[in-house]
């Protein structure tokens, strides 16, 4: 079993910053890319940041030189460091990743139980 179990979020003010975490554990043969979306009400769920193995990474057009995504492989761990928040950022953030269970496994998606972001004006 995999778990992804994500943390921080909260409610800020038009440009302030917030740090979303998230911490994969269980059974973990490997781990490609790990991601941060979000999903808005009545809005689809997009990407916000992704970052591989070796740490490239991939930014929406909207978060680009305001959100960094980082990632711990020893810890399995990814974290979105969120500045200049805007109240369109306000959205319910998942944690994504990647992860194989076994070496005989196919990689598969795993997804946290999300978090809520809510940036007032």
């Known amino acids: 079993q995999v778990q992804l179990v994500e943390s921080g979020g909260g409610l800020v003010q038009a440009g302030g910053s917030l740090r979303v975490s998230c911490a994969a554990s269980?059974?973990?043969?490997?781990?490609?890319?790990m991601g941060w979306y979000r999903q808005a009400p009545g809005n689809q769920r997009e990407l916000v940041a992704t970052i591989t193995r070796d740490g490239s990474t991939n930014y929406a057009d909207s978060v680009k030189g305001r959100f960094t995504i980082s990632r711990d492989n020893a810890k399995n761990t990814v974290a979105l460091q969120m500045n200049g928040l805007k109240p369109e950022d306000t959205a319910v953030y998942y944690c994504n990743a990647q992860i194989r269970t076994t070496f005989h496994s196919s990689r598969r998606d795993y997804w946290g139980q999300g978090t809520q972001v809510t940036v007032s004006s």
């Open positions: 269980g059974t973990i043969f490997s781990m490609n890319a």
